[in-house]
């Protein structure tokens, strides 16, 4: 036990000799000339500018210096054969010098790789015996990874025993910035709900391309989120790269169109004056990649983003101006405009901008530019669903009147009987044909079959006054009854007109017509030859001419509406005059289905009256 402790006595001489630790944080010498005797001890730099080491958070304005210097003095007994160097985060690639000689080049040389703290080993033979170190550091050039993900420099910057250098400076640091940087996966998360959301209003409504545009923006807010992460994954490497451009500018090359495309859809603006120029302005964007390279210009994507969807916001002022959302709007947009323009004006003018590029908050590290993204993102995504659901209950709303209005026009159409059949197809909800019959005392049948021009709601209100026309009617011979119409209709169509056939028929089976503009009925196959007569609504004073027929035992009157002729199927054929024709023999109903089947365009209206066998 006694020669053990003798031996431990006698080695702490040894052990104290290698105890070197000597702080190189504070000031170092900086000249931004480049001049090969800058390594050398000999050289005189009292006169360069001062830096503070650890650089901090801009550790790359130190990347535009081209030459780094701070002189020590190792402490006396010194251990000079295990020494080693570590230095802090340095971006690019840098040669470093110890009393002029090359120890080794410093950094990453991929832009892809994250720099990080690293220890090089001193040689024996630089470090004199009086142990006075110059150490210079040679900027050689500076490849940097995207802005948001670079190691911020916190040191450390010493001179060890290489025992006990900090090896695993760089690895710590790497840690912590990946915790930092854990909000860029909620932040991708947020924006992965939000272009699901977007796509399920959509599929609610497939006319609302604006959400699909949104849902693009979001989706691509993420996916450059998650490959940015991808490198703090594997700092090492980053294999989403193709023709110098990583997949994350893709991405946000794609972002930076889909959300003013998203706005100008909002908006309902179809011009090309505002959307030619924002294409033209985003091309510049992926040009730059290509024909200046990656560089530090990866901020111009956002900085087109927000100035963007500023303008189009000021264009759509009229659209937003009448409720406070659209306030609400037009300063989310105003954030990432104001964030963009100060950090440029900060880049021309050398001085640091009002917006922090990331603030620390609880730990982790948050990007303003992704803030505002999101902020625009929720206040937009709001909008747009709030739309799409008032739309969507005033759409309800009006299919609501629509039914009613449906079940009101049923019930005003007369009901099919022994004698009448009748078939009735609307192309919409409601439509503008209509016929009526009325049992008159001397046993006739009085029949009216017309269509209004145009369709929906508003035709089917001009087929329910001409329904209580025809119900308060004054006479009941059929020329007399089209001028009746005719004088209801003449000041209230604004611009429209009726078509109407009015037929008598007895029961000896003679028919007397009038006809104002309708397609002339068919009987046993033929055509019946009759004036045409103006359509009503177009002259209050016209006049309607009557027209005599004979049906025979079993024989069918058959009227038609132009839904039947004009039927069209996909090769743009109509079904026309002579297919109706030859099948104006059958019943009401195959005459329709036929119509139908080739391709309804129009209201489809059939009626036929019978004479009976006895």
């Known amino acids: 036990m006694k020669i053990l402790i003798l031996a431990l006595l006698l080695a702490a001489p040894a052990v104290a000799q290698n105890a070197v630790w000597v702080d190189l944080q504070g000031d170092w010498r900086v000249s931004v000339e480049d001049r090969p005797e800058f390594a050398s001890p000999e050289f005189d730099d009292r006169s360069w500018q001062i830096a ?23 402490p006396p007994g010194a251990n000079r054969l295990t020494l080693a160097l570590t230095l802090g985060t340095l971006q690019g690639v840098h040669q470093v010098f110890v009393n002029g000689r090359n120890i080794g080049d410093y950094g990453v040389s991929q832009d892809a790789q994250i720099a990080r703290p690293r220890t090089l080993g001193i040689p024996a033979e630089a470090v004199p015996e009086n142990g006075s170190l110059l150490i210079a550091i040679h900027a050689v050039f500076r490849k940097q990874i995207a802005p948001q993900l670079r190691l911020p420099d916190r040191g450390p910057y010493l001179v060890s025993a290489q025992a006990h250098a900090p090896l695993d400076a760089g690895r710590g640091a790497l840690e912590r910035h990946r915790l930092e940087h854990s909000p860029m996966l909620v932040i991708a998360v947020v924006h992965l709900g939000i272009a699901l959301i977007s796509i399920l209003g959509w599929s609610a409504d497939r006319r609302r391309r604006e959400l699909l545009w949104f849902a693009l923006y979001s989706a691509m807010q993420a996916a450059a989120q998650l490959s940015l992460l991808s490198i703090l994954a594997d700092p090492h490497a980053y294999p989403f790269r193709y023709w110098g451009v990583n997949i994350s500018t893709f991405f946000d090359m794609v972002a930076v169109i889909a959300l003013p495309e998203a706005l100008l859809h909002t908006l309902g603006y179809r011009s090309p004056w505002l959307r030619v120029p924002l294409w033209l302005g985003w091309s510049i964007f992926p040009a730059s990649l290509v024909f200046i390279g990656h ?60 917006f922090p590029r990331a603030f620390l908050a609880g730990g982790h590290r948050w990007h303003p530019n992704d803030i505002f993204s999101l902020i625009v993102s929720a206040v937009i995504l709001t909008l747009l669903l709030r739309r799409l659901v008032a739309e969507r209950q005033e759409r309800q709303r009006l299919s609501g009147e629509l039914e009613s209005a449906r079940i009101v026009q049923q019930f005003l159409l007369s009901k099919p009987t022994a004698a009448i059949d009748a078939v009735y197809e609307p192309a919409q909800e409601v439509g503008g044909d209509f016929y009526q019959s009325f049992a008159l005392a001397d046993g006739s049948l009085l029949l009216a079959v017309g269509d209004v021009s145009g369709k929906g709601l508003k035709a089917a209100m001009v087929v329910s006054m001409l ?108 079904f026309g005059f002579e297919r109706t024709r030859e099948i104006s023999g059958q019943s009401a109903h195959e005459i329709a289905e036929a119509a139908r089947a080739w391709g309804q365009n129009d209201d489809i209206t059939v009626v036929t009256v019978r004479r009976s066998t006895s």
């Open 52 to 74: 503070r080491a650890p650089f901090g958070e801009y550790s790359r304005t130190v990347g535009r210096r081209q030459w780094l210097r701070q002189r020590v003095t190792l």
């Open 295 to 354: 560089k530090d210009n990866s901020y111009l994507g956002p900085s087109f983003l927000g100035c963007a969807v500023f303008c189009v916001g000021i264009v759509g002022w009229n659209s937003w101006r009448q409720d406070r959302e659209g306030l609400l709007l037009r300063l989310a947009l105003l954030l990432p405009a104001l964030e963009r323009v100060d950090y440029w004006i900060g880049q021309l003018l050398q001085q640091p901008a009002l």
């Open 467 to 574: 329904a209580g026309a025809l119900r308060n009617r004054k006479s009941d011979e059929p020329a007399a009854l089209l001028r009746e119409l005719n004088a209801v209709v003449a000041d209230g169509l604004d611009g429209g007109f009726v078509t109407a056939a009015i037929a008598r028929c007895h029961a000896d089976g003679s028919v007397v017509l009038a006809n104002a503009g309708n397609p002339a009925p068919y009987v046993a196959g033929a055509e019946v030859s009759l004036d045409s007569g103006l359509p009503l609504g177009l002259d209050r004073d016209a006049e309607y001419p009557e027209h005599s027929l004979v049906l025979q035992p079993g024989e069918r009157l058959t009227f038609v509406s132009d839904g039947v002729v004009e039927a069209e199927n996909e090769q743009r054929e109509l």
